[in-house]
């Protein structure tokens, strides 16, 4: 998740990139197409946090739960950002903040500001390295109690 960050300033450098060389550059291109796979590569993160959420329910009456409180968290900041961040870019653009790039700076800034919660995450993953497999498995009584 940190790598969002390079993501959000590769729009400022894909236009600074543009502006020198034209759309039609190899150079375009390529940085292009860096970012384009950056960007790729970041959209495994909601894949494998939805993974691991389901992974760490204790029961099955907690999974819809926790399932509903992780999608909750991931779509209401993607419903909301849109106006708020297109607002902010025509303000920007518009009275020439920072040149039309003041979006790109808060958007940096407030993503850097996240990264604390990405360590965190880092150390999750680190510890996740030493869970063991269940032995009490509520996924496995169930389909055990359904055979019967």
Do not use: Y
Not at 32 to 54: D, H, K, P
Not at 90 to 106: F, I, M, P, R, Y
């Amino acid at each position: 998740m940190a790598f969002w960050s390079l993501v959000v300033l590769g729009f400022p450098f894909l236009h600074w990139v543009a502006s020198l060389t034209g759309i039609k550059s190899i150079v375009f291109n390529t940085a292009q197409f860096i970012f384009f796979l950056a960007w790729s590569v970041c959209g495994f993160a909601w894949v494998c946090m939805g993974t691991m959420v389901n992974d760490a329910s204790p029961s099955a009456e907690a999974l819809s739960l926790i399932n509903g409180i992780s999608q909750i968290s991931i779509v209401l900041p993607q419903a909301i950002s849109p106006a708020l961040a297109n607002s902010l870019f025509a303000v920007s653009v518009d009275k020439h903040l920072l040149g039309g790039n003041l979006v790109w700076v808060l958007l940096f800034v407030f993503r850097s500001v996240l990264i604390k919660a990405d360590w965190i995450a880092c150390l999750a993953f680190l510890h996740s390295l030493t869970l063991r497999e269940h032995e009490d498995d509520w996924r496995t009584k169930q389909q055990d109690e359904h055979d019967d």
